[in-house]
C-alpha cells in the first residue's frame, strides 16, 4: 500500500495550492479519503474528508470555504485545492484513507506546505 502525496511548496500569503495524492496496493474506490495537517509544536488536525462516490464532503472550521477536496477515482487520486493560504496553514499535509469517516487504515508520507511572505 503507498500514499504519494505532492504539490506542497512555498507560498505567499493569500496564493494558492493544489496537493495531490496517489493511491495504489488497495481498491481506491472504496476507502473515505483524508488529508489531515500538523504543523511543528501542534496536534495534528483532520483538514478534510470525502466519501467514496465524492458526494459527501467534510472540512475542518479552520479552512471551510478556502480549501476544497475532491477526487478521481479512474485516477486513484485525491487532490486538496487551498486558496487564500494563511500562515497558519504553515504545515505537513498527510493523505491517509480509511473504511469509516472517523479512522484511517493507511497514511501518506507528507509533503510541506509553508505560507510565508
Known amino acids: 500500500v503507498q500514499l504519494v502525496e505532492s504539490g506542497g511548496g512555498l507560498v505567499q500569503p493569500g496564493g494558492s495550492l493544489r496537493l495531490s495524492c496517489v493511491a495504489s496496493?488497495?481498491?481506491?474506490?472504496?476507502?473515505?479519503m483524508m488529508w489531515y495537517r500538523q504543523a511543528p509544536g501542534k496536534e495534528r488536525e483532520l483538514v478534510a474528508r470525502?466519501?467514496?462516490?465524492?458526494?459527501?464532503?467534510n472540512y475542518a472550521d479552520s479552512v471551510k470555504g478556502r480549501f476544497t477536496i475532491s477526487r478521481d477515482n479512474a485516477k486513484n487520486t485525491v487532490y486538496l485545492q487551498m486558496n487564500s493560504l494563511k500562515p497558519e496553514d504553515t504545515a505537513v499535509y498527510y493523505c491517509?484513507?480509511?473504511?469509516?469517516?472517523?479512522?484511517?487504515?493507511?497514511w501518506g508520507q507528507g509533503t510541506q506546505v509553508t505560507v510565508s511572505s
Open positions: 491517509a484513507a480509511g473504511t469509516t469517516w472517523v479512522a484511517y487504515d493507511y
Open positions: 496496493g488497495f481498491t481506491f474506490s472504496r476507502y473515505i
Open positions: 470525502i466519501a467514496t462516490t465524492g458526494r459527501v464532503t
